[in-house]
């Protein structure tokens, strides 16, 4: 008959209690309180190890003839959430070649190893959703033996889990000037991270950037921006394993939710970096007319707007008074930014348009010179087959 060398409560008290100044591993062998592990034969029989939380489960056991294979169950501390576990088979007789092979919860394999050689040492990682789990304990090629078996949550699971689905998405709240950085990891290659943010300023379009870096060596992370209602608004993957992404993306503000996966890789860690790349200008919001920013009236000379197409679905709506009678109102934008071709539509208090100039081509400027017996005028920036970037505009009167 076989006999267990320590009880589990025993084991947890000790490492509790002596972890800091002997290490676990020491006092257990030289402990000697005799549990029965077996009948074990089975899965069924299987050998409750409990529950594998922060220290690891070790146990110094033995197959006590070649068709001797020993069954233990453990449940992992979380069972929400993927999981890296170490399981190692040390200390093995000279005799013994050890084979392990890890079974979910329904009996369904996940991994199988056997040692190099008789007495030689088996170490490996298994990945999957946390939960209950059966280890089958056995020999190959090889004869009875005692062995050591330890069991160890390597705790890659990330601060922000359970966050498989969007509708469990870790909240990273409003993301203001200061940008948001997290690590994060990807502990087995189903795995995704949700998270939510929202901008902040709402109703106004916004620029930021998605950054990852410092990626794990066996990670190519890919990762999608949806918005509120779960439609996807970018998405983009790195170009190989442990290489770094980045992403500007350009929406309309309200919340969004970031997937983090990976794309024909494995696992690993990530940094990820959200920055508000401050683009929006401070006449937002101007969509339409009925928002037009009031630019006043031209009594006191001429007025000069710095301002920014941020997305090319963007519309820049101002509104301005003329002192007196008009004579010739001339409009002009300058220093525009690379990417953007602006066009400009005067349009009088009705709505009706007077006057429209497009640029030619981006970064050019465009002037615009109508008369009209009108006094209150709406100016309307947007953009002609370009995308988006920021803009001087002076208006005068003659
Ligand atoms: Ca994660
Ligand atoms: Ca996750
Ligand atoms: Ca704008
Ligand atoms: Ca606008």
Redesign the pocket.
């Known amino acids: 008959m076989k006999k267990l060398v320590h009880s589990m409560g025993w084991i947890a008290v000790s490492c509790f209690i002596l972890s800091v100044v002997t290490g676990c591993d020491v006092l257990i062998v030289e402990e000697s309180v005799v549990v029965e592990y077996e009948p074990n034969n089975s899965r069924t029989e299987a050998y409750d190890l409990g529950v594998l939380a922060e220290q690891p489960i070790v146990i110094l056991s033995e197959l006590f003839d070649r068709d001797d294979v020993d069954f233990y169950k453990f449940k992992t501390e979380e069972s929400d959430r993927y999981k890296a576990v170490q399981i190692a088979l040390s200390d093995a007789a000279p005799t013994l070649r050890g084979s392990i092979t890890v079974l979910d919860e329904d009996g369904n394999e996940i991994m199988n190893k056997t040692a190099s050689n008789k007495g030689a040492e088996l170490t490996f990682v298994p990945r999957a959703m946390g939960g209950v789990f059966y280890l089958k304990i056995s020999q190959w090629l090889s004869d009875d033996g005692a062995y050591r078996l330890t069991v160890t949550d390597l705790r890659e699971d990330d601060a922000y889990e359970a966050n498989e689905e969007r509708t469990a998405a870790y909240d990273l709240g409003q993301l203001t000037q200061e940008p948001i950085q997290l690590t994060g990891s990807i502990v087995h290659r189903d795995e995704l991270d949700f998270y939510r943010f929202e901008t902040n300023k709402a109703e106004r ?1 916004k620029a930021f950037e998605l950054s990852f870096k410092e990626i794990g060596e066996n990670l190519r992370p890919s990762f999608t921006v949806y918005d509120e209602d779960g439609n996807e608004r970018d998405n983009k993957t790195a170009s190989a394993k442990g290489a770094n992404v980045t992403e500007v993306v350009r929406s309309m503000g309200g919340v969004f939710f970031v997937e983090v996966g990976q794309w024909l890789s494995e696992y690993g860690a990530y940094t990820m970096t959200l920055t508000d790349l401050g683009e ?2 401070a ?2 919001p ?1 969509e339409t007319r009925d928002e037009a920013y009031d630019l006043g009236d031209l009594s006191s000379g001429d007025i000069v707007v710095e ?4 997305q090319r679905d ?1 519309v ?1 709506f101002y509104r301005f008074d003329t002192a007196g009678a008009p004579g010739q109102i001339s409009i002009t934008i300058d220093n525009v930014g690379s990417e953007l071709r602006a066009s400009v539509s005067l349009i009088d208090s009705q709505g009706n348009q007077i006057d429209n100039k497009s640029s030619s081509n981006e970064g050019a400027n465009v002037t615009l010179s109508s008369t009209s017996s009108e006094t209150t005028f709406f100016v309307k920036v947007d953009q002609w087959l370009s995308s988006h970037g920021p803009y001087k505009m002076t208006i005068s009167a003659q």
């Open positions: 379009y929006d200008d006449f937002e101007n301002a920014s197409i941020v963007e820049d």
